[in-house]
């Protein structure tokens, strides 16, 4: 069973950078395709970006392509969201669980989140 932790969360302002971790516990985590999620006060839980298990593979967002790279280090059991070009309305709590496609409910084992802010 894998469980995350996500961390790197912050405040920010615009057009400033973050890199978020999801630390992984449980030795599966290499097998398992990846995405990040982010949900904003009010708002449903919206795809960000998805890695395949090897990390060959990645799809994003429109709203955040060109901007957000996703990727992994298997040997670590961790998966980064490198974001940069932060926009205010970037702002969400950012969630990765493990899964494929662009649906929250294609996921599961979700972490507990971590809050990324920006300000204008």
């Known amino acids: 069973q894998v469980q995350f932790v996500e961390s790197g969360g912050g405040l920010v302002q615009a057009g400033g950078s973050l890199r978020l971790s999801c630390a992984a516990s449980?030795?599966?985590?290499?097998?398992?395709?990846m995405g990040w999620f982010r949900q904003a006060p009010g708002k449903e839980r919206e795809f960000v970006a998805t890695?395949?298990?090897?990390?060959?593979?990645?799809y994003y967002a429109d709203s955040v392509k060109g901007r957000f790279t996703i990727s992994r280090d298997n040997a670590k059991n961790t998966g980064y969201l490198e974001m940069n070009s932060l926009k205010p309305e970037d702002t969400a709590v950012y969630y990765c669980?493990?899964?494929?496609?662009?649906?929250?409910?294609?996921?599961?084992?979700w972490g507990q989140g971590t809050q990324v802010t920006v300000s204008s």
């Open positions: 669980a493990l899964g494929a496609g662009r649906r929250p409910s294609d996921y599961r084992n």
């Open positions: 449980g030795r599966t985590f290499s097998n398992y395709d």
């Open positions: 890695i395949s298990w090897g990390g060959t593979t990645t």
